[in-house]
């Protein structure tokens, strides 16, 4: 076994999963987030930190174009699995990290994305290309002329930024300066000291000066650089001018409601506007037929999973975690889930530092439930939803008849969602909607593994 094989079989062994859900796919998430952490592996952030891409579900027309982004974004090696039922999501995952081993085909797959990238650089996006013949004076060697005439060429360039012609000559004067232009907001002059001492210049010098003065020039012309957006100016509460960034949360996030799509505008971390939107299965949850008692108890343990794990707790996340997968196994041991709950709720009820966290978040008064269209028992902040979800899994657990109503419906979602989440910052916010327990197809809950 050569280098290359080994130090990929080695990396596969820890490999990161970031999991693309499809709206009412999460008893297929949650498994597959279960099988993941059985294998030793590890559930990716985001596009950037994974080794392979798995899609839970099947997407839609709407979502298959979102789901090649987040793959052009993973980088390699890497795989792409997609997991229709729990039955093969096993068998996907060996193939994935079959895929991660397999050097041959990791390479062509890095070939092909570099010919995708020379591409589209081929076809143009209207910038100029800056760089120089790799014989031309100042490019990593000397020119004919010496070390002085490789520092005028670097004078050369950064009179080519503020617009004077290529054929001008530089004076050597003893003592001359440089006048940046006034709209590069430097209006300085630069002593760039004696002849003799521009003599010690190197080649590498003046192509650097000549670069760094002709993108300084241009800088500003470009305010999407890599088609990545700018901040750009915005009154903030005080009346005061604020950068402001325009970003979108979801429909794909790990702990984030699937098909939730929140845009957000930002000043900082602080969320100043937003919209919310749903995109996926949502629209039919209502065709679909009511989850047991059981699988509701899955499912609300499945929130509580989410918030634990985005409130820093991963002990509290991975107990959650193990009742979740007792309540999603077929046949299910009455028993056991009967202790893990109770265990789970004394381990939360008594974590001062969780109350403290999440104590008076986005409280919301009895009085103005209707008004948010929310169900009566989500009245209070996001320790008491914690709590509330906590009873109502050990209510089902149990067997009890009468449990209170937390599901909101996609409306509500969209019309309450921005109000509740403006003047937070954004981990803020993902507490609180991971405390809401956005669910945007409660009856597509999947089945029993």
Not at 119 to 137: C, F, I, K, T, Y
Not at 219 to 241: C, K, N, S, T, V
Not at 253 to 261: C, E, F, R, S, T
């Amino acid at each position: 076994m050569d280098l290359n094989r080994w130090l990929a079989r080695l990396a596969a062994r820890r490999a990161h999963v970031f999991i693309a859900e499809i709206s009412g796919s999460w008893a297929l998430r949650a498994r597959t987030q279960d099988l993941i952490a059985a294998r030793g592996w590890r559930q990716a952030s985001s596009p950037a930190d994974a080794d392979v891409l798995a899609v839970c579900g099947v997407a839609d027309d709407e979502l298959v174009d979102l789901i090649d982004r987040i793959w052009d974004q993973v980088p390699g090696p890497r795989a792409r699995i997609d997991i229709h039922d729990v039955s093969s999501a096993s068998d996907e995952l060996d193939r994935a990290a079959g895929v991660l081993i397999d050097v041959g085909r990791q390479r062509a797959d890095a070939v092909g994305r570099e010919r995708s990238a020379a591409l589209v650089g081929h076809r143009g996006d209207g910038s100029e290309d800056h760089q120089m013949p790799a014989n031309a004076p100042g490019h990593n060697a000397p020119s004919a002329g010496g070390p002085s005439e490789a520092g005028h060429a670097g004078h050369h360039h950064m009179d080519h930024g503020g617009g004077a012609p290529h054929d001008v000559p530089v004076p050597a004067h003893a003592d001359h300066e440089l006048d940046v232009p006034a709209e590069d907001g430097a209006n300085q002059h630069h002593d760039h000291g004696s002849h003799a001492q521009h003599g010690e210049h190197t080649a590498d010098a003046g192509h650097d000066m000549g670069h760094s003065a002709h993108h300084m020039d241009h800088g500003d012309m470009e305010m999407a650089p890599a088609g990545i957006a700018l901040a750009q100016g915005g009154e903030d509460r005080d009346g005061l001018e604020m950068d402001e960034l325009h970003v979108r949360l979801g429909p794909f996030l790990a702990y984030w409601p699937a098909g939730l799509v929140l845009r957000c505008t930002l000043q900082g971390d602080v969320i100043t506007a937003a919209e919310a939107q749903t995109m996926g299965a949502a629209h039919q949850e209502q065709r679909q037929p009511p989850p047991d008692g059981w699988m509701q108890a899955a499912r609300h343990t499945d929130h509580l999973v989410d918030l634990l794990m985005l409130a820093g707790w991963p002990r509290a996340a991975a107990q959650a975690r193990r009742l979740r997968k007792t309540l999603l196994d077929n046949p299910i041991d009455d028993e056991t889930a009967r202790t893990q709950i109770a265990s789970l709720a004394t381990l939360i009820r008594r974590a001062r530092v969780l109350r403290w966290a999440l104590r008076d978040l986005a409280p919301v008064a009895v009085d103005h439930i209707d008004s948010y269209q929310l169900p009566a028992a989500l009245a209070g902040d996001t320790y008491d939803r914690l709590l509330t979800r906590l009873d109502v899994v050990q209510r089902l657990i149990h067997h009890e008849a009468q449990t209170p109503q937390l599901h909101m419906q996609s409306s509500a979602i969209e019309h309450m969602l921005p109000t509740v989440v403006e003047g937070l910052d954004l981990a803020t916010a993902r507490l609180v909607i991971a405390g809401l327990g956005v669910d945007l197809s409660p009856a597509a809950l999947g089945q029993h593994a």
